[in-house]
């Protein structure tokens, strides 16, 4: 099996934990600040993380690397995961699909300033496709593609998670998958620290199991285990490569919804979806 071919399927391991996150996200919510969603999840992620980086005895980054790991943390650490829990105060999860469609395009752009990657013109003209169909299926699902005032934070998340991704790809070629989303979760602690402390008296904690579950599952897999198969996959086949491979997002989370909540995948979906995978599929070729 090639580099490449190893990558993609780790890429795809991470998509379908991450495919879960607004779904989770959303449920979060309704019942828990999102303050204390986006951000202290990443504490309980960094318990973890540290721990685990004990007992490995893992080598600490060299000081050259601690601005990568501060810009890579506040994009997947801070940045995503707090700008589209306040989206998902007032979008439906369904809508946040358009951020699924966006982003690989805006991660691999953030691959060539960040990373140091140049796509071909062939690869962009895949990676365009494909965006443009998921985007195109994302609001034909949301419903005639309303719009919302958390657009402005879904925008946001895109940029912040496009940028770490990249960074944090480039990171694991030297320091290793779990590794790198490990250090970024210790460097932001003493940034988010004291915007979660001031969040903790208005936390409902006798809010129902389902809300904690769904912390449980965006704090343990969406920004911790997840990373373990992203990086690994973005550093074996390319930033803007693997990046291609969250295309399918938006369909994992749907055959989520379909599995868990019974919600109905047409016929449309699955025609989508084929489209998508056969764009990913001649990207990777590109």
């Not at 003493?190 to 969040?199: E, R, T």
């Not at 979906?269 to 084929?274: E, K, P, V």
Request: overall charge positive.
């Amino acid at each position: 099996m090639s580099h490449t071919t190893k990558g993609y399927l780790l890429a795809f391991a991470g998509v379908v934990i991450f495919g879960l996150t607004l779904p989770f996200t959303r449920i979060a919510v309704a019942e828990l600040p999102p303050v204390f969603v986006g951000l202290g999840r990443a504490i309980f992620a960094a318990v973890i993380a540290g721990f685990m980086l004990l007992v490995t005895r893992s080598p600490r980054p060299v000081r050259r690397d601690l601005l990568k790991l501060l810009l890579a943390g506040f994009g997947i650490v801070i940045g995503f995961p707090l700008f589209s829990a306040i989206a998902m105060q007032t979008a439906p999860a369904s809508h946040g699909g358009v951020v699924l469609g966006i982003l690989p395009l805006a991660t691999a752009a953030a691959a060539i300033v960040f990373a140091g990657e140049n796509p071909s013109l062939k690869f962009w003209a895949w990676a365009i496709a494909g965006s443009v169909a998921v985007v195109v299926f994302a609001l034909l699902n949301a419903g005639g593609g309303e719009l919302y005032g958390a657009d402005l934070w879904l925008l946001a998340s895109i940029i912040a998670a496009a940028v770490g991704y990249a960074i944090s790809g480039d990171l694991t070629r030297r320091l290793g998958g779990w590794q790198v989303i490990s250090w970024c979760l210790l460097v932001m602690v003493p940034i988010i620290i004291i915007p979660v402390m001031f969040s903790l008296p208005e936390v409902n904690w006798n809010a129902s199991s389902s809300a904690w579950l769904a912390f449980a599952y965006v704090a343990v897999f969406s920004q911790f285990l997840g990373f373990f198969f992203w990086n690994n996959g973005m550093a074996l086949a390319g930033v803007a490569k693997a990046g291609q491979v969250q295309l399918l997002q938006i369909f994992v989370t749907l055959a989520g919804s379909w599995a868990l909540l019974g919600e109905t995948v047409t016929a449309v979906t699955f025609g989508f979806a084929l489209i998508v995978a056969l764009c990913v599929w001649m990207g990777r070729k590109a």
